[in-house]
């Protein structure tokens, strides 16, 4: 059972910290010029 919900604890903290990265980069989106271009 312990297992258990400290895997859900991680998944949680997972989404958490990607939404708050996505929400950093859209804050700063003039920082999109940094992302790899097509080249072709």
């Known amino acids: ?3 258990t919900s ?3 604890i991680n998944i ?3 989404i ?3 939404q ?3 929400s950093l ?3 700063y ?3 999109r ?3 790899a271009a097509e080249t072709r």
Request: net charge positive.
């Open 25 to 27: 980069f859209s804050s």
């Open 33 to 35: 010029l940094l992302k």
């Open 6 to 8: 400290r895997f859900a």
């Open 16 to 18: 958490v910290n990607h």
């Open 12 to 14: 949680r903290n997972f």
């Open 1 to 3: 059972m312990i297992y």
């Open 20 to 22: 708050h990265a996505l």
């Open 29 to 31: 989106y003039d920082l």
